[in-house]
């Protein structure tokens, strides 16, 4: 069964109607990239570059953090490179910086934090953008809410840019920049943070925990973490949609992306791009290759609608049968 999995590492990605579905991996690590290859993916939909903050007691500098990005678009060849910029706080302590809050999942955490902390963010936008000029970057904003932190995300941008002209090195001077949509308020003004970046990237993961009020890192919670909450399916499909009007690709890298029963379910919702965990990418595949487009949004929209526990699961049998 493996074995034949594995076959389809160089299959097209399509649907039997025909339609092309982008399969992206997520990545932590440098050594993650020969899963993402074996896995034949399109490219990183997501490079979670906390990874290089963690588990020590000093900060990367811009040269370390360019080595690390560079060595990942290099690797890629061409293929799109997805590197999120900073999602410390909540459920990725530091162990320098800040106090813990009493609520850090509501706190000032991942793009608040690089906005509070100009010189460390500085530092990481150069090296991204150093990067570029070596493959084919893209860079990722997490938990964005509120239109200022995204004018202030862009100004940081500007800023990098132009001192890296100052200095005279080179960066892709067309990188595109999306934002992540993992807070309701972004799923919901959705259209405006669309018309503004290049792409949007819906973080179910944490998109699930906000809406739902159901802390991800809390096992007494656990069972109420519902990704087929029609409130969580209604704010995926808008965001979907409002990609869609403002001609911007959406893709969805929470871990729904990754779950094989899932995929019929996000394709019925309009999406065509998953980014995921390289060890659930030929799983996937394998459903897309065996799905009819055509028949998805009905049991689709069914689902949306579903407000009987009980029958969510057969909806979903039905989606998957
Ligand atoms: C998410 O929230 O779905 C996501 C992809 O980001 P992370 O899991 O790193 O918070
Ligand atoms: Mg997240």
Redesign the pocket.
Known sequence: DTDKLKRLKTSKSATLDGTPVELMA?IELLSDIDAVKAAGAHGIG?F?SEFLFLNRSDLPTEEEQYESYKAVAEALDGKPVTIRTL?LGA??QAPWGHTVADNPALGLRAIRLCLAEPGLFHTQLRAILRASAHGRVRMLI?MLANFVELRQTLQRIDEAKDSLRRDGLAFDEGIPVGG?V?VPAAALAASFFADQLDFLSI?????IQYTLAIDRADDSVAHLYDPLHPAVLGLIQQTIRAGAKAGKPVAV???MAGDPLLTRLLLGLGLRTFSMHPASLLQVKQQILRSHLAELPALTQRLLKNTDPDRTLTLLGRLNG
Do not use: S
């Open positions: 997520n997501l979670r999602d459920d990725k997490p992540m993992e973080g179910t993961n944490d998109l890298c929470g871990e």
